[in-house]
């Protein structure tokens, strides 16, 4: 029995910018990377990372400098027409509808680009708005549209050809929190119905909450793949111990123990940092050993990890 294909590959993937009279720009540097069918894998780092020229490769809008790029088995250089039937492209924003037509109509004009057959378009069309709960609104004019409802309308886009991976390039940004919410949910429903999805965001939030995976890339390099969850055992630098309850002397006696990095105030009391996991129970005892039984041990969040990997570019959109 062989393995099943992944929905994404790359080996040694390069790409390289050059502009007359100025340095080249590698923006990304022997890239491996590997996304399993019907996951939901993030692609998280700051502004010039090298997002978006790896998603731009992958969808086949920019040739690879060296190095193999594949989709399903199919190399995006030889097989770009095969690939191109199989993919569906998220980017959001006010950019990639025609505002004076209806949202049925943008609908049956990507499906007709899609090359899907003249007999399925409508039923598609219509099966894509119902999908994303614009189907009372099919026949509105998209100026007419919210930022949420063109961001619903970008994803029934990019599902009207049935295709088997999603590409969405910051498919919340801008929206308010509720819109955002929402959008999210439809994310997940189209993930139970198998769709492999790649996420390209700098939102630790909608990474932790929609991925089953998460890659870091900066500057232009692969640094983790792993689950939300797992990559912080990557990084021990983190380590969090919140109590409350605490007074100041044993504040004090506990900001002098090794590994201690600092103490500051928050909702529940007081949260220490700690360097490295084997500092945390020495700081555990003193605490208990201090009649305080208000105490939890947290680990450290995605946004702490990336800050600790990457650095704290970046992270304002």
């Not at 100026?143 to 991976?165: C, D, I, P, W």
């Not at 932790?208 to 900066?218: P, S």
């Amino acid at each position: 029995m062989t393995d099943a294909v992944p929905a994404v590959a790359t080996e040694a993937l390069n790409r390289t910018f050059r502009v007359r009279k100025r340095p080249p720009v590698d923006a990304l540097k022997d890239v491996n990377f590997t996304v399993a069918e019907g996951e939901v894998h993030g692609l998280l780092g700051p502004n010039g990372a090298g997002k978006t020229t790896l998603v731009k490769i992958l969808t086949t809008v920019l040739l690879p400098t060296s190095g193999r790029a594949e989709v399903f088995g199919r190399d995006v250089v030889r097989d770009d027409k095969a690939i191109r039937s199989m993919i569906g492209i998220v980017f959001g924003g006010e950019l990639g509808f025609y505002s004076r037509l209806t949202a049925r109509q943008n609908l049956e004009y990507w499906a007709s680009l899609y090359r899907v057959s003249g007999s399925k378009i409508k039923p598609l069309s219509a099966a894509a708005l119902e999908r994303v709960g614009l189907a009372e609104k099919a026949d509105l004019r998209v100026e007419t549209f919210s930022r949420g409802m063109k961001q619903r309308l970008h994803l029934a886009r990019g599902l009207v050809a049935n295709a088997r991976l999603l590409f969405l390039d910051e498919p919340t940004a801008g929206l308010d929190p509720i819109a955002a919410r929402e959008f999210q949910n439809l994310i997940k429903e189209v993930r139970t119905e198998g769709t492999t999805i790649l996420l390209a965001t700098h939102d630790m939030v909608e990474a932790e909450v929609l991925c089953d995976k998460v890659t870091l890339i900066d500057h232009g390099r692969i640094l983790a793949t792993e689950s939300p969850r797992s990559l912080g055992k990557l990084v021990s630098d983190f380590q969090r111990v919140v109590l409350d309850g605490a007074e100041e002397e044993l504040l004090d006696r506990i900001g002098c123990l090794p590994g201690v990095q600092s103490i500051v105030a928050c909702r529940e009391g007081h949260q220490v940092n700690i360097d490295g996991n084997e500092h945390v129970s020495i700081v555990l005892k003193t605490i208990v050993d201090a009649g305080i039984v208000n105490v939890q041990v947290l680990s450290p969040t995605l946004e702490e990890i990336y800050v600790g990997m990457i650095g704290d570019r970046g992270l304002v959109v």
